[in-house]
């Protein structure tokens, strides 16, 4: 059973342009959380999805970030027109289920994260 | 507003030794408290309490939470070096649906 996957695992931009992040969550799970992890700070959630629906984006900043997770397909974490200090690693998180499940299913388990640093 | 707070933010010990890493919590409509180790990438999961008092055992590692008192340890016995990580509390809960609130980890290292 494959972990959580992430993509692209290091990913450089230039300052203005858009950063795409990818994460196909575990086999059997359908909901999804985006975490950000700045030098030396604990990781801070953005947020949450199900299929085709945003559950929770309290996290995530007003601007230039969005995220979807479509029917088909990996959940999409956007960044438009990144500044420097976007410069962080972004985890993804999948598990069975979400707040409605009993507490052994609703474990999130972490990808590698994607690394991005923004020049 | 929610926080959790690990203790010591690092610590150095030698193979064989016994740690003890603390993770206190102030977190609304509590419903369970999780441990990862992270190494130099994704934070793999290590325990999940939701029950006071009732130790969790894997190998050479153990936690307990406590609920009254809004703490949970996580102990490590006889460390070795492939001990060494950065170790993650993180609570759900709070006004928010499903998220994990994180503390800023304990960076354990063992020296041969």
């Known amino acids: 059973n494959a972990g959580v996957m992430q993509n692209p695992r290091h990913l450089v931009r230039r300052r203005g342009q858009e950063a795409r992040l990818r994460c196909s969550p575990m086999?059997?799970?359908?909901?999804v959380y985006w975490y950000r992890q700045l030098p030396e700070e604990g990781l801070k959630f953005m947020v949450y999805?199900?299929?085709?629906?945003?559950?929770?984006e309290s996290g995530m900043p007003k601007e230039r970030f969005s995220a979807e997770f479509p029917k088909e397909g990996p959940s999409i974490l956007r960044i438009q027109q990144v500044v420097r200090g976007d410069s962080a690693a972004y985890f993804c998180?999948?598990?069975?289920?979400?707040?409605?499940?009993?507490?052994?299913?609703?474990?999130?388990?972490f990808g590698p994260g994607t690394r991005l640093t923004v020049l | 507003e929610d926080k959790v707070v690990q203790s010591p933010l690092s610590l150095v010990v030698h193979e064989g030794d016994t740690v003890t890493l603390n993770c206190s919590y102030e977190?609304?409509?509590?419903?369970?408290l999780l441990w990862y180790k992270q190494e130099k990438k994704a934070p793999t999961f290590l325990f999940m309490l939701t029950s006071s008092g009732i130790e969790k055992k894997s190998g050479r590692l153990s936690s307990i939470l406590d609920k009254k008192e809004l703490f949970s340890i996580l102990n490590i016995t006889a460390t070795q070096t492939g001990d060494s990580a950065v170790y993650l509390c993180a609570v759900q809960g709070g006004g928010s649906q499903g998220n994990l609130i994180f503390g800023k980890g304990t960076k354990l290292s063992v020296k041969p």
């Open positions: 086999k059997g799970h359908s909901h």
């Open positions: 999805l199900q299929k085709e629906n945003i559950i929770d």
């Open positions: 977190v609304t409509n509590f419903r369970s």
């Open positions: 998180a999948s598990s069975r289920t979400g707040t409605g499940g009993s507490a052994s299913t609703d474990t999130q388990y």
